[in-house]
């Protein structure tokens, strides 16, 4: 088994930043993806970014088109973290966001994922 608990939303302004956490433990070691979705009010679940955790690709990083120059996905593996800088807020980005992991390698795709957070609230106002 796989816990996940996320951190480090809030309610920001238009072009502030905020950086989310996912802190990871249990089964750590058969964790080969990890992932950040959200969810809008009223709109499906999109991808927002992953991160190959382990394995020859370890530390490749993917990222919607949407967010692409604006977020950051990176891990502390000493800690088991990963984190989500967000630059350049916009209230589209208003959303929960969710951290997520697979036992397989990255994939784009929600269903396709494990294990998940709690999620965080991220507001973005104008």
């Known amino acids: 088994q796989v816990q996940l608990v996320e951190s480090g939303g809030g309610l920001v302004q238009a072009g502030a930043s905020l950086r989310l956490s996912c802190a990871v433990s249990?089964?750590?070691?058969?964790?080969?993806?990890m992932a950040w979705f959200r969810q809008a009010p009223g709109k499906e679940p999109e991808f927002v970014a992953a991160?190959?955790?382990?394995?020859?690709?370890?530390?490749?990083?993917y990222y919607a088109d949407s967010v692409k120059g604006r977020f950051t996905i990176s891990r502390d593996k000493f800690n088991n973290t990963i984190y989500l800088q967000m630059n350049s807020l916009e209230p589209e980005d208003t959303a929960i966001y969710y951290c997520a992991a697979r036992y397989s390698v990255v994939s784009l795709a929600r269903s396709e994922y494990e294990y998940w957070g709690q999620g965080t609230q991220v507001t973005v106002s104008s």
């Open positions: 249990g089964r750590t070691v058969t964790i080969s993806a």
């Open positions: 991160l190959s955790w382990s394995g020859w690709s370890a530390g490749m990083t």
